[in-house]
């Protein structure tokens, strides 16, 4: 048991304790920024005559050994530590003696682990980041490629109206990129460095904490020390940024495995995406789009996990607060593999255009587009509405879609229809006459893609 605080006690932790209070089983994934920190405290003292160069110089190349022998497996990080902060600081006066018992000057574990804690965020911020931008890359490729690529449209899962697959990524493209947003304002807001507000109340050693956040290329130093110790808002934030990309991600899912279900037929999901049964042998099912699905509840979980331990927290740090780590840890390493794996599922994933397209023609996508119609020709819509209706009625006892009606039987149920309502009520017209901003038309679409294209080459 490697404790940094032992000398006011007179009895060892008990065994149990020691094990429930440890955090170094995880807390070791912020080895490197744990390092980081350090270094860039260190290099401060010395500016500030806090530490001497010399001192300076051994902790650097102390630090700089141990990070080496971690990276290369020399050097293991074991259970004997209670936390990364006493495996660092151990190993560092175990290599260099005296000057390693300097490195803690004016500095708290609790700073630290906030600085930590927010150094590992901002990488895994970026990271995520990167995954959903490569999502987007193969979501605007797959627009390009779709833009007459017709399908229907649903609203309760019913048919509504002809749109293109073009269109239906679009949608995805925008859920998407507002989720990179988000994380790009939470990086913003996040971006201050705690390092310097000691325990809780600052120190009395002249800390230049500017500098200090500028070497870790923070925006600056965090205003209040109680604060800075306290705050887990940024995790929060992330954990309700990362929610809702799970939530895009198995809406998204939900659709696949629809359209991939025996019924619909509009995608096969690849075979290195799918998995079998062990006893069915003709199953092939979607796993890992589930799989995605069911992980959201997980993601939901670390959410409103740690908003429930931190609302009863006084200022400023307890120790409730090392529960931020496992859970956050466990979000962010979910979200990225499902990033990624949806990714390559969407990549390798099979449309059926066809069957798209006669799905698209059938089930009365253009009813509004024929009520369109009639009004054009002078009835009001409430009127055309009624009329469409009663035709639409008429189709399904007779078993056939409107276009499939000869004008007499029209004419029959409304004077007004002529020789045109075949090419007004087409699948191609109802798309391409959809031509505002946001619309499915093709046109309409390269506008938005021109705008999307743009913002991928600027973010
Ligand atoms: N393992 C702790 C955490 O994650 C580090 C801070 C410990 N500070 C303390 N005063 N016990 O929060």
Not at 5 to 29: C, H, M, P, Q
Not at 180 to 198: A, E, H, K, T, V
Not at 411 to 433: Q, R, W
């Amino acid at each position: 048991m490697a404790q940094l605080w032992g000398g006011r006690f007179t009895k060892e932790t008990d065994k149990l304790v020691y094990n429930f209070n440890a955090s170094i089983s995880f807390d070791k994934k912020m080895f490197k920024q744990d390092v980081e920190g350090s270094r860039a405290h260190v290099k401060m003292l010395a500016k500030q005559g806090i530490l001497t160069d010399d001192e300076k110089n051994q902790i650097l190349s102390g630090l700089d050994g141990i990070y080496d022998d971690v990276l290369s497996g020399k050097l293991e990080i074991t259970d004997e530590y209670e936390d990364i902060h006493s495996f660092v600081e151990a190993n560092l006066i175990e290599r260099i003696g005296e000057a390693g018992k300097k490195l803690h000057t004016g500095r708290s574990r609790n700073d630290q682990v906030a600085l930590d804690m927010k150094l590992y965020t901002r990488d895994e911020i970026c990271e995520i980041n990167g995954l959903l931008k490569e999502l987007l890359e193969t979501l605007i490729k797959l627009m390009e490629e779709n833009l007459d690529t017709y399908m229907p449209g649903f609203t309760h899962l019913q048919k509504a109206q002809p749109i293109t697959l073009a269109h239906h990524m679009g949608a995805y493209f925008e859920m998407f990129k507002r989720d990179r947003q988000r994380l790009d304002d939470i990086y913003r807001r996040m971006n201050y460095c705690p390092l310097g507000s000691g325990a809780l109340a600052g120190t009395t050693y002249p800390l230049d904490r500017e500098y200090t956040a500028q070497l870790l290329s923070f925006e600056g130093a965090t205003l209040n020390s109680m604060d800075s110790v306290a705050d887990r808002d940024y995790l929060i934030e992330l954990l309700a940024a990362m929610s809702t990309i799970m939530m895009h991600l198995s809406r998204f899912c939900e659709e696949i495995i629809i359209w991939n279900s025996n019924e619909y037929r509009f995608v096969e999901i690849d075979d290195a995406y799918s998995t079998g049964s062990s006893i069915m042998p003709q199953k092939k099912n979607p796993d890992i789009a589930e799989l995605i699905r069911g992980k959201t509840g997980r993601v939901y979980g670390a959410f409103v996990s740690l908003l429930t331990t931190m609302k009863g927290i006084p200022l400023a740090y307890n120790k409730d607060m090392q529960e931020d780590k496992e859970l956050t840890f466990d979000a962010i390493d979910t979200v990225k593999g499902c990033i990624a794996l949806f990714t390559g599922m969407l990549k390798t994933i099979r449309f059926n255009k066809d069957i798209m397209r006669t799905s698209a023609m059938k089930g009365f996508t253009n009813a509004t587009d024929a009520a369109d119609y009639l009004v054009n020709k002078g009835v009001a819509f409430r009127d055309a509405h009624g009329i469409i209706g009663r035709l639409v009625l008429y189709c399904i006892d007779k078993d056939k879609a409107i276009d499939e009606l000869s004008l007499d039987e029209l004419k029959a149920i409304c004077p007004v229809f002529e020789e045109d309502i075949y090419e007004a009520i087409s699948l191609e017209t109802c798309v391409n006459k959809r031509t505002t901003i946001g619309a499915p038309s093709p046109d309409a679409m390269r506008e938005i893609i021109k705008i999307n294209r743009e913002y991928l080459k600027n973010s």
